[in-house]
């Protein structure tokens, strides 16, 4: 009855998609169906705005304007007394639908989809049309990628954003957008500490850099003394090291010129969270004495600087290794 082959179709929704066949005689009737293979009228596809049914002798073709994706399915021809399939798929347009966002005010959010192929699209806020300016970005990543921006975002901003085909309101997707005010702490911040915040709460990170300085000797060699003059301190009252002594937020580096900023220095109250620019110090007095040598292992680490303080007017050629660690081990914790 068919003298043409039938293989799955597909198409994009917006197209014109159309299902042709042929029959070896003119004469014969030839009707259309979709999903259901009973020769009822109220299954019949009719002729109306947006299906055409044509036929030129043996050649027959239904056609439809401006698909969805609802007209995936399966189409049937039937004439005579045999009917053949057409399985059909309208791919949607929009392959990555817009996500609904959730943001806090201050900060830049964007909306982003990716197209099946290129074609020209609008942006809408709550059906009013959007158009690139200083509030709004409006970008096209790689011919398919549609991307909207909106720039330090507030209240105000909150509402349903859409893209849809130009010319065609049908072919569309939404995305929500919340907007949560921004806590009175962070109002009350300084400029420069706001946006510190926004931009951390931007990126989901901070940017922190920490030195550590290890300051390791014998017992009384003037460790401590080191770490004061260091800090610019007095040495009068400086008192044997019990276990670890930590002094942090005290000293910072810039990071671009090297210099070591202390506390008592005019600039140091201007480092206050610049974490990108200027790296916090930590520096780590350690007890010389024997008893606790066994304790210090646990902080050590190879991500450090160690000052190294040693007496140049004792004697250092006889202690060895040897004579410091494996033969007087015992007598730690007191045994």
Not at 136 to 147: A, G, S
């Amino acid at each position: 009855m068919f003298t043409s082959s039938f293989d799955q179709i597909y198409c994009i929704e917006g197209e014109e998609l159309q299902l042709k066949c042929s029959v070896y005689s003119a004469s014969i009737q030839v009707d259309w169906f979709k999903d259901n293979s009973n020769r009822k009228k109220a299954d019949k596809i009719e002729r109306n705005e947006s299906i055409s049914i044509d036929h030129n002798g043996k050649d027959h073709v239904l056609t439809i304007q401006n698909t969805k994706i609802t007209d995936s399915g399966q189409y049937i021809v039937i004439a005579g007394n045999v009917r053949k399939q057409f399985p059909v798929t309208v791919n949607a347009f929009f392959q990555l639908p817009l996500k609904d966002k959730t943001i806090m005010e201050g900060l830049d959010v964007n909306f982003e989809c990716k197209a099946e192929k290129p074609f020209p699209i609008t942006w809408f806020k709550d059906n009013m049309l959007i158009n690139d300016s200083s509030k709004f970005k409006i970008e096209i990543l790689h011919n398919k990628v549609h991307k909207l921006t909106i720039r330090t975002t507030t209240v105000e901003d909150k509402g349903t954003y859409r893209i849809q085909l130009k010319d065609k309101t049908d072919i569309t997707c939404c995305g929500d957008l919340e907007v949560k005010e921004m806590p009175d702490a962070v109002k009350q911040m300084s400029d420069h500490d706001r946006n510190i915040f926004l931009k951390a709460a931007q990126s989901g990170t901070a940017v922190r850099y920490y030195i550590r300085i290890m300051i390791v000797g014998e017992s009384g060699v003037g460790k401590t003394c080191l770490l004061r003059r260091l800090m610019k301190e007095q040495i009068c009252d400086v008192r044997s090291t019990d276990g670890i002594h930590i002094e942090v937020k005290q000293c910072k580096i810039n990071l671009q010129t090297q210099k070591w900023i202390l506390t008592s220095d005019e600039d140091f109250s201007k480092t206050a969270n610049q974490n990108e620019e200027f790296a916090d110090c930590g520096f780590w007095d350690f007890a010389g004495q024997k008893e606790f040598y066994a304790t210090h292992q646990t902080f050590l680490s190879t991500n450090a600087i160690y000052l190294l303080v040693v007496d140049i007017s004792k004697e250092c050629a006889g202690k060895t290794h040897k004579d410091m660690i494996e033969d007087e081990f015992y007598k730690v914790g007191g045994n």
